[in-house]
């Protein structure tokens, strides 16, 4: 057995760095190194040029939700003008229900004195 | 020692790729990508479990690298920038498998050795020793050991003082010695 071949206390760094070489060598394969920046260039332009892709099939939804949203607004908008007209007719021909307790009360009485003036005036 | 023109014209050559593909040019960036995978590998080797761990963190790295460029300054080091943050992408794997499976080492790795059987002890006894170092130590030891950076350089990638770099190595070889040593004593 050669003596550099060993490694321990009194072995030379030269023997363990020999060791180590071989466990951590780089693949020395050359096409290994092409495929592996080919690797890396196809995620880079996939980063830089393709970013919006993946948006790019949202576009036709993108319409159909607009138009939707659209539709939505304009119902909203007249179904709101309508009801404030409504509101608004109400509010102009019902007896509003914080009418005055006095004026609420000559309403009430009134049926009852025409009936009695009716009665006294008929023959 | 290093030829400093040549290194200079390697400088110029990738200020001028960053600059490109701080424009937007895809191709300058995929010439980054050749430039630097296999270093960024390595670096994510040293600190993930696995092969595969390995390959998804350069991935995660070079893409979070490329999303982050405009924000980096040409006078920097590129490589030291993208080893940094290749260097988060494989410590945020780590932290997500928490089973570390395969710190036995796996039978395909071919180890130098001439006896088999020999080869097949060393390799149970070295993935126990690697179990027993941190993360931290094992990335210390297999960047620096390994890979060849320096502390400096270590310090700058996993965030820590070049000292401590320094200590962790220390404390990663003595415990590997340590786990091996009854197999050399057996010798």
Known sequence: MSPESRIGPDGRDDDLTRVLRAVYAAPADPTYWESLETKIMARIRGESDGWWLPLSGWGPIGLIAAGLALVFAGYTATHTREAEASLAYQMVMETPRTLPQQLAAAEEGAPAREATLRFVISP | ?187
């Open chain 2, 1 to 187: 020692m290093p030829d400093v023109p040549a290194e200079n014209d390697a400088r110029a050559n990738e200020r001028t790729l960053v600059l490109a593909a701080q424009r937007g040019s895809s191709d300058a960036f995929a010439a980054l990508v050749r430039l630097h995978e296999r270093r960024a590998y390595a670096v994510a080797r040293g600190i993930t479990a696995t092969h595969e761990d390995a390959e998804d963190a350069v991935q995660e790295g070079f893409l979070h690298a490329y999303r982050a460029l405009a924000r980096f300054r040409p006078e920097q080091a590129f490589g030291a920038w993208l080893y940094r943050i290749v260097a988060n992408a494989a410590l945020d794997i780590g932290r997500r498998r928490k089973v570390r499976d395969t710190d036995a080492l796996p039978d395909t790795v071919a180890l130098p050795f001439r006896d088999p059987a020999e080869s097949d002890e060393l390799r149970r006894r070295l993935g126990e020793g690697l179990a027993e170092l941190t993360e931290r130590q094992r990335a210390v030891l297999v960047l620096h050991d390994v890979e060849g950076f320096t502390h400096g350089e270590i310090g700058q990638m996993l965030g820590m003082p070049e000292g401590t770099a320094r200590s962790d190595l220390h404390h990663a070889r003595a415990a590997l010695r340590r786990a091996l040593s009854d197999l050399w004593s057996e010798r």
